[in-house]
């Protein structure tokens, strides 16, 4: 059983910090609370001493003149719900100017942040980038919900459900325990490259080639990714998926997509190549309407260069490369050719002729077969969820490449 430290900062969702000390207490571990003066605004400190059997560490009464330090040396974990955009700011900027921040800079324990706010708040630039800041500290930042909030809008920044928030306190304990690394760990700081979305290979001004990829699949794994505190480079075909990433470069072809590759690929640590790319292209592009004339017409197609074999074979000892399979049938024999003929670290196979996955389905299913032999399935889940799996399995791979 473990320590866990609560603490808890002013805001409506004050109440649900009940329900999760509770939860820790009932599973048996030993909890303590602190609690700012806003928070007291919320819910009295008495509520907190009765369901955690100890005493609260207030503000106005500490029960030691070194408290703060005490309790940060006490705690395995400490995780703060909710966090306010004050709260965050502060702990970002190394500011102790109460009881609970004092204890949050002494702590040698991980910390665990579950946010509340409303939803302009949350999407401030400023409570943006302390988030990021915090995440490549090593702060775990469990993601709000969208909802209803206290101010009656609709939106995110509702946080996350006691239950949550206690199995992802619970799963970093254990990690720690275990002497894993963490999700956030294992991305901060790392350099990834992703393509994704289809390319479009044009015959004349107003026909093109392409194909039904909607973007979903490498925007999701960008999104997570920059959220588990990796730099991001993702090169896109024209989707329409709007999205915050700061660093997108668009691109048309086949072609563009590989010369902006080559532009991104050396200061690349992983690279994962989602995008839906053609693999021919007509040989030549008309600069006019092509009118219609005969009763058959003929287009002659040329191979688009491999982008994911030029990867391949370029690649350092110190890249991690994920190509994607989609296929329609003989799964496992196309992905296992891939994986060899394409030098591929992972191919993450798909199964396209499926209509509940793959194109422009919100979910997916993925089988990823590893260089070593070894595959592992995902089951069929949102490709936001598929997307940590690939990245940290890809993590996970860097880290031994870089440890050989
Ligand atoms: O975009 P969504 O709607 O979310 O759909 C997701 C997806 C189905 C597009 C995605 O999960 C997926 O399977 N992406 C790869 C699509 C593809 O082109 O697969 P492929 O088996 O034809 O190509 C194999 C690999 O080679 C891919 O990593 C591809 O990016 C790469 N490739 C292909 C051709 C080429 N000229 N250069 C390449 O690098």
Sequence with gaps: ?????????????????AYLVREFVRAGHNVKVMMTKNAEKFVGHTTFEA???????????TPTPISHIDYALWADICIIAPATANIIGKINAGIADNELLSTVLALTCPLVLAPAMNTNMFHNIAVQENIKSLKSKGVNIIDTESGLLACQTTGEGKMAEPSQIAEKVIYILSNRKNNLQIENDLLNGINILITAGPTKEYIDPVRYITNKSSGKMGYALAEEAYKMGANITLISGEVNISSSLPDIKFVTSADDMYNLFLDNFNGADIIIMAAAVADYTPDYKHNNKIKKKDEVMELKLIKTKDILAYAGHNKTDNQVLVGFAAETDNMEEYAKDKLSKKNADIIAANDVSRKDIGFDSDNNEITLYFKNGDKRNTGKQSKSDIAKIILTESAILLNEKRNN
Excluded: E, P
């Excluded at 059983?1 to 910090?17: D, F, P, Q, R």
């Excluded at 369901?51 to 009464?61: A, E, Y």
């Design 1 to 17: 059983m473990s320590n866990i430290l609560v603490g808890v900062t002013g805001g409506i969702a004050c109440y649900k910090a």
């Design 51 to 61: 369901l955690s059997l100890n005493k609260v560490l207030r503000d106005d009464d």
